[in-house]
Nanobody, 125 residues
Framework: QVHLLESGGGLVQTGDSLRLSCAAS????????MAWFRQAPGKGREFVAG????????NYADSAKGRFTISKDSAKISIDLQMTSLKPEDTATYYC??????????????????WGQGTQVTVSS
């Protein structure tokens, strides 16, 4: 079993920055992909950014490109999401996700069997 624990959410103002972290524990076998998704009230869960452990390859949603940066800590199975120039439309619950297979579709929720509980990010205007 794999457990994911997010931290770093909060209430910020438009234009501010915020850093989210996610630590994985348990049986993280294989060469994982770890990713961030978000879900705003009344909307579906959407891909934000992902990183592949084997080669550090990164993938971003269009909404995140140029503003968000995903990174990994090689000493442990953890990732961060540095978010800058935050907008009210970034308000959502942010979820960390993990899968053990390194290849395949990055953006589909169904590709990730392991999820954290989520951390709330609220951006006020």
């Amino acid at each position: 079993q794999v457990h994911l624990l997010e931290s770093g959410g909060g209430l910020v103002q438009t234009g501010d920055s915020l850093r989210l972290s996610c630590a994985a524990s348990g049986r993280t076998v294989g060469s994982p992909v770890m990713a961030w998704f978000r879900q705003a009230p009344g909307k579906g869960r959407e891909f934000v950014a992902g990183i592949r452990w084997s080669d550090g390859n990164r993938n971003y949603a269009d909404s995140a490109k140029g503003r968000f940066t995903i990174s990994k800590d090689s000493a442990k199975i953890s990732i961060d999401l540095q978010m800058t120039s935050l907008k009210p439309e970034d308000t959502a619950t942010y979820y960390c996700a993990l899968r053990s297979t390194p290849f395949g579709n990055w953006v589909e929720v169904r590709m990730y069997p392991y999820w954290g509980q989520g951390t709330q990010v609220t951006v006020s205007s």
